[in-house]
């Protein structure tokens, strides 16, 4: 097929899409789409609105859809019904943010430069919108592509009412392949294609013993203390040190990585410098690259986000707490399954305190990507002519619920064009995307629907 995007003419028009990016961004990331907040159901309902009115600009036919929880935005951009369809999948719903560290108000977009700073500026609306940018210009421009969107408002919850909701309205959405814009780079030098994503099981660790705080020195020694309890519980969960998950059989289901996934991770310019700076980390377990993108990529984790419960005001306040709880989670790989790694700890728990009470949280499976055939030649061959990079094969260490659900409904083949940095701090402080992400971007996404309307 004779090429209808070229290189100059791409480049013009990303160029001239500045102003009209950055004005939509502003909308999108100054609505507070917090799915995980109970507070901000209408800020998510009003995101998915303003994303079908977004997509109808662009040309696109666009519903908003309900489900048991937050809505589905359906989009689909026309050219023929011979033509070869392609979905892209994003999620516009985010984090909470706020707190000290945050050196600008989280939904107020503020433009520094090249940089756009924003919760949900990176994870995930630019790339959003990039993707949509980059879809209307290939269809204006002749490519024979039908493209369909699905941007998602509960993928920051762990997708609880996704599977449920793609189940009834797969036959409805026929595709040939998806493209998914939620991963990120090794680094500002050196793009990425996903190889696979961690899993994820979330539970809550609570123990009670108590009806009241008491005082620790008419009660001290006699009572029960559950944080102190809690702490050596998890101690037994993980080996603080290592990282090693100390519950009996967890790493049973684990595949270790191939020769050609390690050979994959040695030539992807991972750096443990960069790697250490982009997230703000003063210390590491390894100082090996090797070691360090084995940990994050290719092993399961148990992790201890918190504990609450007792006194948290300034100062100590000699009381017993009559509660605690630990939040954790366990990342997974393949072919560890949540269910399986949940079972697993309930067992251990029980084996250590029997009056632990466990309640599961968000629980995806771990995703195993495709590296060859035409879909993945494509997106490495669309990054490698919009940056001029070869793309490296990696694992993503986090998690896209999402994911295993379209594979497992669409029955296609599923691809990654992540546009994101390490330093743009997914779900951190100050979280930012920058143009020169969003121009490349649009670039590359043009030129995979057109590579993969030849297919």
């Known amino acids: 097929m004779p090429e209808i995007l070229d290189r100059a003419a791409l480049r013009a028009y990303a160029e001239e899409s500045r102003p009209e990016f950055e004005k939509h961004l502003k909308t999108l990331v100054e609505i507070p789409s917090v799915s995980m907040d109970p507070g901000h159901k209408k800020d998510v309902e009003k995101c998915a609105k303003a994303a079908a009115k977004l997509l109808e600009k662009m040309g696109a036919k666009a519903k908003v859809k309900k489900t048991d929880g937050h809505p589905v935005v359906l989009g689909h951009l026309k050219t023929g019904k ?7 999948y994003n999620h516009l719903d985010v984090q909470p943010a ?14 520094e430069g090249d940089r756009y700073y924003a919760r949900g500026a990176t994870d995930d609306k630019g790339p959003a919108l990039t993707a949509l940018l980059a879809a209307r210009h290939a269809v204006e421009s002749g490519v024979p592509i039908n493209v369909r969107f699905i941007w998602e408002l509960e993928e920051e919850i762990g997708s609880p009412s996704f599977e449920k909701f793609m189940r009834k309205e797969a036959a409805k959405i026929p595709t040939d392949s998806v493209v998914v814009s939620d991963t990120i780079w090794v680094s500002r030098t050196k793009p990425a294609v ?23 020195g008419l009660t001290g020694g006699a009572a029960r203390n559950p944080l102190a309890e809690l702490a050596a519980v998890v101690a037994k969960c993980v080996d603080a040190k290592t990282g090693r998950v100390l519950i009996p059989g967890f790493y049973d289901d684990v595949v270790p990585p191939t020769r050609g996934e390690l050979k994959w991770f040695r030539e992807c310019g991972f750096s443990v410098p960069g790697f250490k700076k982009a997230h703000g980390l003063t210390k590491l377990r390894h100082q090996d690259a090797l070691k360090v993108m084995k940990a994050i990529w290719a092993q399961p984790t148990f992790e201890v986000h918190g504990f609450a419960g007792g006194y948290q005001g300034p100062g100590v306040k000699t009381a017993v707490p009559p509660w605690g709880e630990a939040k954790v989670s366990m990342r997974l790989v393949p072919d560890q399954t949540p269910r399986k790694a949940l079972q697993l700890l309930r067992k251990h728990v029980r084996s250590l305190n029997r009056d632990v009470r466990i309640t599961d949280e968000s629980a995806l499976a771990p995703y195993r990507g495709v590296t060859t055939g035409p879909y993945a030649k494509a997106a490495a061959d669309a990054i490698e002519f919009a940056y001029g990079k070869t793309p490296a094969v990696v694992r993503e260490g986090g998690s896209i619920g999402a994911i295993v659900t379209m594979e497992k409904t669409l029955k296609c083949p599923i691809t990654f064009i992540g546009l994101s940095l390490p330093e743009h701090g997914y779900h951190a402080p100050n979280e930012y995307y920058d143009w020169g992400q969003a121009c490349g971007g649009m670039q590359a996404f043009a030129k995979y629907f057109e590579l993969v309307s030849g297919i």
């Open 194 to 216: 996903s190889a696979g994503l961690r899993g994820l099981q979330g539970a809550i660790l609570r123990l009670e013993t108590g009806t009241k705080d008491t005082h620790s």
């Open 82 to 88: 011979k033509n070869k369809t392609v979905t892209v």
């Open 98 to 111: 706020g707190g000290p560290e945050w050196e600008r108000k989280p939904f107020k977009m503020a433009v």
